[in-house]
């Protein structure tokens, strides 16, 4: 079975500050893919990131980036210097691939980001 | 586009209505996706196509009916629902297997069961 776990309910921060985004998974997979995703107020869930689990390269995007390390089966997220329009859910979801690779994203609990000014 | 489009945004039904959520995109995705999100939970699979074919149902309840029409459209049917099913209704779709990039997802149903 596959397990997604995102410890941080709900992050608090000031605009400018750096804050870090945990999310730990479990699988028994050897091929999968972890992905990172948005969701502000308006419902749509936006797509971040999708990672391969054999590239464990950090990944860096503007203000995010992503460390990936499968030896502790982390795929953490890091947003540097805030902004208010980063206030949003973010969830970490994993996906085996091969076989049924379409098939069912298995989301963590969500992070809920507040900035404020 | 690079868009899932979902209609309407928010709607509002009596238990023994009938209603229909629609969905689309035009990337040329060949996987749809059926989500089901509560307030302050992560979202939840519902149904997944796959070519027009409905290839997982996850014990969804016979009130809610699926439906995939041609490739670009999906519909979930809606039919006697219980307040328990007041949720955000996401639609989402993807290409196949090692060209799966990633999940698109729609904005979304907010649906409201009266």
């Known amino acids: 079975a596959q397990k997604v776990t995102q410890a941080q309910t709900e992050i608090s921060v000031v605009e400018k500050e750096d804050v870090t985004l945990d999310c730990v998974y479990e699988t028994r997979d050897t091929t999968y893919y972890l992905f990172w995703y948005k969701q502000p107020p308006s419902g749509e869930l936006v797509f971040l990131i999708r990672r391969n689990s054999f590239d464990e390269q950090n990944e860096i995007s503007g203000r995010y980036s992503w460390n990936f390390q499968k030896s502790t089966s982390s795929f953490n997220f890091t947003i540097t210097a805030s902004q208010v329009v980063d206030s949003a859910v973010y969830f970490c979801?994993?996906?085996?691939?091969?076989?049924?690779?379409?098939?069912?994203?298995?989301f963590g609990q969500g992070t809920i980001l507040t900035v404020h000014p | 586009d690079t868009e899932v489009t979902q209609t309407p945004k928010h709607l509002v039904m009596g238990m023994t209505n009938k209603k229909s959520l629609k969905c689309e995109q035009h990337m040329g995705h060949r996987a749809m996706y059926w989500y089901k999100q509560k307030a302050k939970k992560p979202p939840e699979l519902m149904f997944v196509?796959?070519?027009?074919?409905?290839?997982i149902n996850e014990s969804v309840p016979s009130r809610f009916s699926p439906e995939c029409p041609n490739s670009s459209l999906l519909n979930l049917h809606l039919h006697a629902l219980q307040p328990e099913d007041s949720a955000l209704y996401l639609c989402?779709?993807?290409?196949?297997?090692?060209?799966?990039?990633?999940?698109?997802f729609g904005s979304g149903t907010r649906l409201t069961v009266v």
């Open positions: 989402a779709s993807s290409q196949q297997g090692p060209l799966n990039y990633g999940y698109t």
């Open positions: 979801a994993l996906n085996r691939a091969g076989g049924t690779s379409y098939g069912k994203l298995t």
């Open positions: 196509y796959s070519y027009e074919k409905l290839s």
